[in-house]
């Protein structure tokens, strides 16, 4: 890739003079850290959404996905994908046929290989867009929660995740979180994160939150998530909490079902509202619907994505918000479990959602809402009302200025020593230290020299990190031991539990690596077989703390909350007591033998 390639400043400026001169406010771009009330640039935005058509006006409520590395010159197969699922070659052709507000950012769909690529294709979405008629420029979002939701990885930074954050417990943190990501972010040409987790994890069982929570105290949430909200939000990238009204609860993924939470009224009040109040008060961006069913809230079946009372009444009226309200992604099965995909976008309007997020086929979805207006069923007022809160974003944003990035900001930001330093720090002070049975941590050097780490190496939440293995051998190596890497799987088989026990003949002590624990998985037998073995057995989760509870035989236990490099990392200096164990846990450790009764509080955490 080439500067020839990126517009200059004058093509920028010059595509966009138009909009610029009638949106002129106070600094460049208003104050990015404003709360989401009516700026004082309101009439231009107003007469800006009078000149559009009602097409271009559907077309800015959606964000959308599509396949490639590149807006115009994407690699065959994703030019193929984008044909089968969207009916355009390009994210070009995407928008000028449907004119979409915004476009978000997967792994799986190759928009993200590396720093420069993903700046060049930022650069080449907002120059499609500015070059149709009364062009805007448009979001660019993704979600980089950090931790086991990534989409931007190496050589970018990467930060521990929400719930090891929790253990850090520090605001300072999260905030420093937001900042940095916020501002490589924002080089590379994306302008919103869905980020962060605003739900309260109180469910052990929830599949589809768990660690991507801060936490089970809400005020704890709440705090945290109001400090990475500001501290994105001095990034000049567009926060967005999710997932109003609170998925902590649900033992159910609303990927693959229809979640429903049972907690009364009170208890919402209570336990959920609480961070989303928060969050409010910070000035947040952006809120993302959840996919699920609370009849405390609203007793008519409908998920809070498509229910009035939710949305319109509490959200809006009682909490007083008047930001962007994003769906999550109406592909879900939570979303499309009561109504047809023609009908979830008209409804989600109804209820009071401004953007639709990328739908399973926006030609469906995109023409279901042009003939609700033509029909009567939407106003054409209503749209205007959702536009212009999209617009006073874009413009608070500073996009109207400056939409496109530079080849030299990318290299200036992404990545810096500077910041990976700060990653390494922030997760040293998350590593949290559950069981120490005979103070076998921190491991010796000198009696422990020949380690071998064995267990599962789940797939990189970026694609760019792992096996965590490997990171844990290494890493243990740099500090003074001789480690060897044993891959046994999540599920790992007899003959793999065979191998290992076997490979710790050869070993001073192991470390064992697991994922998710339950009372059958073969994990455990591994666990139990290697302790048989009469080695010293460190085991770490790598994902939910809840682990613990099913390894009441494991001399040492460390939780590290997810299995990305830099969290690996810190728990290899605990291990080598190059660093003391500093986290404690965000949530409470439930008995595996009595679930009501705690095995360890909120707070618990050993050091040394």
């Keep these: 890739m080439h500067d020839s390639t990126r517009p200059s400043r004058r093509t920028v400026l010059a595509a966009t003079a138009g909009l610029t001169a009638a949106l002129a406010v106070d600094g460049p771009g208003g104050t990015a850290h404003a709360a989401p009330a009516a700026p004082a640039g309101d009439a231009r935005l107003r007469a800006l959404v009078s000149r559009m058509t009602l097409e271009e006006k559907v077309g800015q409520l959606f964000v959308m996905r599509v396949y490639g590395h590149s807006a115009t010159d994407p690699d065959q197969a994703d030019i193929d994908a984008n044909l089968q699922e969207i009916g355009v070659r390009t994210a070009a052709e995407l928008i000028a046929k449907y004119r979409v507000g915004g476009i978000i950012y997967f792994s799986w769909a190759h928009n993200t290989r590396d720093p420069h690529q993903i700046a060049e294709l930022s650069n080449g979405i907002q120059r499609a867009s500015l070059a149709q008629p009364r062009g805007l420029p448009l979001l660019v979002t993704t979600d980089q929660e950090h931790g086991i939701v990534c989409r931007v990885g190496e050589p970018a930074t990467l930060f521990p995740g929400a719930m090891a954050i929790g253990a850090g417990g520090s605001r300072a943190d999260a905030r420093t979180l937001g900042r940095i990501s916020g501002a490589e972010l924002r080089a590379i040409g994306i302008n919103q994160d869905y980020s962060p987790v605003a739900d309260v994890n109180v469910n052990p069982a929830n599949p589809v939150i768990g660690v991507r929570s801060f936490g089970a105290d809400p005020e704890a949430v709440a705090g945290l998530v109001a400090a990475e909200v500001k501290g994105y939000q001095g990034a000049r990238v567009a926060a967005t909490a999710k997932h109003f009204p609170g998925h902590g609860d649900t033992a159910v993924d609303s990927h693959y079902g229809f979640p429903v939470i049972t907690h009364s009224r009170e208890l919402w009040e209570k336990l959920d509202a609480v961070p989303f109040r928060a969050a409010i008060k910070a000035g947040i961006d952006a809120i993302m619907t959840a996919h699920i069913q609370f009849p405390a809230l609203d007793d008519s079946g409908d998920p809070a994505t ?72 939407l106003t054409e007022a209503r749209l205007d009302e959702s536009i212009l809160r999209i617009l006073r974003l874009k413009q608070r944003l500073g996009l109207f200025d400056q939409p496109c990035v530079s080849r030299a900001g990318v290299d200036r930001t992404v990545g ?19 069981v120490n049975e005979g103070r076998l941590l921190p491991l010796s050097r000198r009696t422990h020299r020949r380690l071998l780490v064995v267990g599962a190496d789940p797939a990189s939440p ?67 077989r290697l ?65 009501a009764a705690q095995l360890y509080p909120i707070g618990y955490g050993l050091s040394y």
């Design 462 to 528: 970026s694609g760019t990190t792992g096996p965590p293995t490997g990171v844990l051998a290494a890493a243990l190596t740099e500090q003074g031991f001789t480690a060897t890497a044993l891959s046994t799987g999540i599920t790992p088989t007899a003959a793999a539990i065979d191998q290992a026990v076997a490979a710790a003949a050869d070993a001073d002590a192991v470390v064992v690596a697991t994922y998710n624990v339950t009372a059958g998985s073969p994990q455990r037998t591994l666990v139990q």
């Design 306 to 377: 498509l229910s009035h009372p939710i949305l319109t009444g509490i959200l809006r009226g009682e909490l007083g918000y008047d930001g962007v309200v994003v769906t999550d992604s109406l592909g879900m099965e939570g979303v499309r479990t009561k109504y047809g995909d023609d009908r979830v976008p008209v409804l989600a309007l109804k209820a009071g959602v401004d953007q639709l997020l990328n739908p399973p086929s926006l030609d469906v979805a995109w023409n279901a809402v042009l003939q609700a207006v033509r029909d009567g069923e």
């Design 531 to 595: 302790v048989a073995t009469g080695k010293p057995v460190v085991a770490i989760a790598v994902r939910n703390p809840y682990d613990v509870a099913q390894l009441p035989f494991a001399p040492a236990v460390l939780a590290t909350y997810s299995w990305t490099d830099v969290e690996l990392r810190a728990a290899a200096r605990v291990v080598a007591g190059r660093v003391r164990p500093r986290g404690r846990l965000p949530v409470p450790v439930r008995r595996a033998d009595d679930p």
């Design 416 to 434: 810096t020593p500077q910041h990976l330093a700060e990653a390494d720090r922030i997760a040293e002070r998350t590593t949290t230290l559950l």
